[in-house]
């Protein structure tokens, strides 16, 4: 649901044999890309194990991060990325992903600007949505970053691509083009969305938030970090595309998630461990945001890693 399991990962790692071949790593980044696929859609999945090349890109680039904490330098800007975070840099955007975290994966889609010349896909760019905004935009400095505040469009978007991409036999063939555009679609259903993105100040407050979820609220968080409420609020909508609240419950709910696949505490406990007194609010919340129980999710975890 939230994370691939370790099983998976080398079937993940496979895509265009770059990530488990260093010595062709180092020839697709040595070569600004130049070695990749002529096909209008290509993939690539790897650990973020050193820096790819600065400058802009013969194609979109959407970089989802899978796993770990990954920085995209675009211009003078660093924007952090998390998991279940999105990075959407047009042909023109000129930026490299830093490899500050040897153990974060990205899964990266590259759209040759080609598929968008006509058809469908010239119907998609042509929309007045933020994403189409950003991928129409010929700026050598913008970018547009997407956040799945509670994990659930773009990792099983993502794992149906990948999985329909390798079916293919690594080509883009009509299959994955139909996936390609399901995708697009999805994405302008995500409304936290940043043309800014996380800088150092937004990640002290991620990684605040994150390690007192149970206990955090919007004056709280705002305090402890000199701010005012609504200030505090303005903020983090601009850097997160979401309201401070959610990030809040958002917060509580990845760490329930963690505690109900980790630990052996009953749901009740679960849910007093991540700040819900009351089990029936903590349950109606998580089936709201999962479509699917605490328990139940717990089951359906244990069954995946018993795989």
Do not use: W
Request: proline share 4%; glycine share 4%.
């Amino acid at each position: 649901m939230a994370t691939i399991s370790h099983a998976e990962l080398p079937h993940f790692e496979r895509f265009n044999q770059v990530a488990q071949d260093d010595a062709l790593f180092d020839e697709l980044v040595s070569s600004g890309f130049a070695e990749l696929p002529p096909d209008e859609v290509f993939m690539v999945a790897h650990k973020m194990v050193r820096d790819t090349p600065y400058g802009p890109r013969p194609f979109h680039e959407l970089t989802y991060v899978l796993e770990g904490h990954v920085v995209a330098r675009i211009g003078a800007q660093e924007v952090h990325l998390l998991p279940d975070s999105l990075l959407i840099a047009p042909p023109a955007c000129r930026h490299k992903l830093v490899a500050t975290d040897p153990e974060a994966i990205v899964v990266v889609l590259c759209l040759r600007p080609t598929l968008f010349a006509s058809g469908v896909f010239a119907e998609f760019l042509a929309q007045d949505t933020a994403v189409a905004h950003a991928m129409r935009s010929e700026e050598a400095d913008d970018y547009l970053v997407l956040s799945d505040t509670y994990g659930r469009i773009l990792y099983r978007s993502f794992r149906t691509l990948l999985k329909e991409y390798a079916h293919a036999g690594y080509t883009a063939s009509f299959s994955v083009k139909a996936r390609v555009l399901l995708l697009l679609s999805q994405l302008t259903e995500i409304d936290t969305y940043s043309f800014y993105g996380l800088d150092q100040r937004m990640m002290e407050v991620v990684g605040y938030l994150r390690e007192h979820c149970a206990t955090v609220s919007v004056a709280s968080l705002a305090a402890h970090f000199g701010y005012s409420e609504t200030y505090f609020s303005q903020l983090v909508h601009r850097r997160c595309g979401a309201r401070a609240r959610e990030l809040i419950v958002a917060a509580r709910l990845r760490r329930a998630r963690e505690l109900l696949v980790t630990t052996d505490l009953s749901t009740q406990g679960v849910s007093l461990a991540v700040g819900y007194e009351s089990y029936s609010h903590f349950n109606r919340i998580f089936r709201k945001v999962y479509h699917i129980t605490p328990a139940a999710y717990r089951a359906f975890a244990a069954r995946e890693i018993g795989r």
